[in-house]
T-cell receptor
Framework: EAEVAQSPRYKITEKSQAVAFWCDPI?????LYWYRQILGQGPELLVQ????????DSQLPKDRFSAERLKGVDSTLKIQPAELGDSAMYLC??????????????FGEGSRLTVL | RKEVEQDPGPFNVPEGATVAFNCTYS??????FFWYRQDCRKEPKLLMS???SGNEDGRFTAQLNRASQYISLLIRDSKLSDSATYLC???????????FGTGTRLTIIP
């Protein structure tokens, strides 16, 4: 079982509804990532935090997606309104500060979103 | 052009065979390279780093060719448990952002 906790594991929603995903990284990990993985593709970075600060959100569709990590620990990713194309696995990952350069990210089991 | 490209496969290989697949990257500023493994419906996990001099971990060998901008993964004496998707990952200098390829799906056949 992954040490990075994510919830919910599965979410089915109708388009135009709001959706939220939660992630609790490994204790002490300064860097937190949200990735989106569409079936048959590799994970795509949406947002990267270092502590509570956003380091990279260049690929985050900001008109509908938002992410926060207010206290530099757990994080929430929100989609409003959800669209059909948002159906994917949303993966949270964490690493100790500087560890990202060594390539080892610790992923949660993911939150699978289906938009109807 | 995608920053990291892989042949999606699938590669269907008999047990005990040797299989190799490559990954190409477009940005010459890419600094670090890794292979991740992702089992069906599971999260990705780091398999191994790829060093300039090449490196080996048991039946797995990873190599980097900076001149041609590709990395490779070789699996010898393949096992049924090697069936998974193998993701190529690169980072840029001074950046902790990991960019993933689309993955290569491998199935080992008994």
């Amino acid at each position: 079982e992954a040490e990075v906790a994510q919830s919910p594991r599965y979410k089915i929603t109708e388009k135009s509804q709001a959706v939220a995903f939660w992630c609790d990284p490994i204790s002490g990990h300064a860097t937190l990532y949200w990735y989106r993985q569409i079936l048959g593709q590799g994970p795509e970075l949406l947002v990267q935090f270092q502590d509570e600060s956003v380091v990279d959100d260049s690929q985050l569709p900001k008109d509908r997606f938002s992410a926060e990590r207010l206290k530099g620990v757990d994080s929430t990713l929100k989609i409003q309104p959800a669209e059909l194309g948002d159906s994917a696995m949303y993966l949270c990952a964490s690493s100790p500060l500087g560890q990202g350069k060594t390539g080892e990210l610790f992923f949660g089991e993911g939150s699978r979103l289906t938009v109807l | 052009r995608k920053e990291v490209e892989q042949d999606p496969g699938p590669f269907n290989v008999p047990e005990g065979a040797t299989v190799a697949f490559n990954c190409t990257y477009s940005n010459s500023a890419s600094q670090s390279f890794f292979w991740y493994r992702q089992d069906c419906r599971k999260e990705p996990k780091l398999l191994m780093s790829v060093y300039s001099s090449g490196n080996e971990d048991g039946r797995f060998t990873a190599q980097l060719n900076r001149a041609s901008q590709y990395i490779s993964l070789l699996i010898r004496d393949s096992k049924l448990s090697d069936s998974a998707t193998y993701l190529c990952v690169v980072t840029r200098f001074g950046n902790e952002k990991l960019t993933f390829g689309t993955g290569t799906r491998l199935t080992i056949i008994p």
